[in-house]
């Protein structure tokens, strides 16, 4: 198929293709107005040597102990845990199952000793209140003999959802839509050429010169 071919092929199938974009439109619109708004509240910590070392050799050792990665990353792991989610529950007071649907999130900055440590709800009060409970519970958990974890960002609860995004969702479905409708279009379109052959659609030009001279011969026959 040229290209020629197949904007002809459209034009002429436009209507499915609006057809097609207007019922995804309509579709992602309405799966949008159906969700709740999610929100999501971060808190930000960093890791230090404690400030209780004076041995200049205690602290060489507690940054390098930071530099190796291996204690800031299972410190990210632990606010992750089932433990810290029970722990998060009853400090807040709310069910265990609110705080497994934060999907608590703890994430090693690179190149930094600051862990982002995230929750998300649909309450954005319940978003903020989970990132810095764990937050706390993770600073109580961690020995300060040798390091300590500074809260350097609290959490607040958030204003604008994370989800749903509207204009996202609408646009893919638009796009799924227009991709649907030309793929309808151009299926039509075989399928046609499939029951009328090309030979059918325009005559053979000596079957139209066989015709007039047979058409002809009958006009003298019958004039004799």
């Given amino acids: ?5 197949f904007f002809r092929v459209l034009l002429r199938g436009w209507w499915l293709i609006l057809l097609a974009v207007l019922v995804t439109v309509g579709s992602a619109a309405y799966a949008v107005s159906l969700q709740a708004p999610v929100y999501r509240a971060t808190t930000t910590v960093e890791l230090r040597p404690s400030g209780l070392l004076d041995d200049p050799r205690q602290i060489i050792d507690a940054q390098n102990s930071l530099e190796r990665r291996t204690t800031i990353n299972t410190v990210a792991r632990n606010a992750m845990g089932s433990s810290m989610q029970e ?7 709310i069910q265990l199952e ?8 703890a994430i090693v900055i690179p190149e930094t000793n600051l862990i982002e440590i995230s929750a998300r709800s649909t309450e954005p009060t319940y978003a903020a209140a989970i990132a810095n409970t764990v937050a706390e519970q993770l600073r109580k958990e961690l020995p300060e003999k040798v390091l300590q974890m500074v809260i350097t960002d609290r959490a607040a609860p958030p204003t604008t959802p994370v989800e749903p995004q509207p204009t996202r969702t609408i646009t893919l479905g638009a796009l799924f839509g227009l991709a649907l409708g030309i793929g309808f279009a151009l299926l039509g379109h075989v399928l046609q050429r499939m029951r009328v052959p090309a030979s059918a659609d325009v005559p053979d030009e000596t079957d139209t010169v066989d015709a007039r001279t047979n058409g002809g011969k009958t006009q003298q ?3 004799r």
């Fill in 87 to 93: 722990q998060v529950a009853s400090t807040l007071g």
């Fill in 98 to 105: 609110v705080v497994k649907d934060a999907d608590i999130a």
């Fill in 221 to 223: 026959l019958f004039t």
């Fill in 1 to 5: 198929m040229d290209l020629d071919t």
